[in-house]
């Protein structure tokens, strides 16, 4: 079963930030929180992925919550091609991804 | 180009007949991944692998087979047996199967349809 929790959809108006919620309440200590997308009709993009720092890359930040139960995906400029399914997902040593619904981002023009 | 490449995008097949589809990954991964899609939903695991000539079954397992004779290749046969075999297949690889802080990288899928 997955262990995160997601709205089903969210909006956000091109160019301005979306901020995707992602709770983990009982996340251990040694898991780290993975975002992937999914465009309609593809595979799964990893975008990042971290432990309790927050992270930065090219295509997004993470913030996770110091407690770590819940973190936040941020895009800082949403464009109408980050229209896409985001999962969250927490990870266990030995245990593969668990994708669960995720929440289905619509950017709008 | 590295990367992960499922063949057919495509595929169509008979009620009653097996059908394998193809996954290969130049990345020099460990470990291999064969996921299913239905509408809507969110990816269920079928079968892993986590080195050469070793595999295990995911959550959904029935209907299926594999192999993983060489290590950039993981076919996934879908059997007579699975009963609704209708879906969008997804294989991924990552360096390591099992490990914390490693990113999986996912094929562009087949979306398999059984009339």
């Known amino acids: 079963d997955a262990k995160t929790t997601q709205p089903p959809s969210m909006d956000c108006a091109e160019g301005r930030a979306a901020n995707l919620p992602c709770n983990h309440s009982?996340?251990?200590?040694?898991?780290?929180v993975y975002w992937y997308r999914q465009i309609h009709s593809q595979g799964p993009q990893y975008i990042i992925h971290?432990?309790?720092n927050n992270e930065t890359n090219e295509m997004a930040s993470l913030i996770i919550t110091e407690d770590r139960k819940s973190s936040t995906l941020i895009l800082p400029h949403a464009t109408l091609r980050d229209t896409a399914v985001y999962y969250c997902?927490?990870?266990?040593?030995?245990?593969?991804?668990?994708f669960g619904p995720g929440t289905r981002l619509s950017v709008l023009p | 180009d590295g990367g992960i490449t499922q063949s057919p995008k495509y595929l169509f097949r008979k009620e009653g007949q097996n059908v394998t589809l193809s996954c290969e990954q130049n990345?020099?991964?460990?470990?291999m991944y064969w996921y299913r899609q239905d509408p809507g939903q969110g990816l269920r695991l079928i079968y892993y692998?986590?080195?050469?000539?070793?595999?295990q079954k995911g959550d959904i397992a029935e209907g299926y087979s594999v192999s993983r004779e060489k290590k950039e290749s993981f076919p996934l046969t879908v059997t007579s047996a699975q009963k609704n075999p209708t879906a969008f297949y997804l294989c991924?690889?990552?360096?390591?199967?099992?490990?914390?802080?490693?990113?999986?990288?996912f094929g562009q899928g087949t979306r398999l349809t059984v009339v």
């Open positions: 991924a690889s990552s360096i390591r199967g099992g490990s914390l802080n490693t990113e999986a990288f």
């Open positions: 009982t996340i251990s200590g040694n898991e780290y």
């Open positions: 971290g432990l309790k």
């Open positions: 997902i927490v990870k266990s040593y030995g245990q593969n991804f668990v």
């Open positions: 990345l020099n991964h460990d470990a």
């Open positions: 692998s986590q080195i050469v000539n070793d595999f």
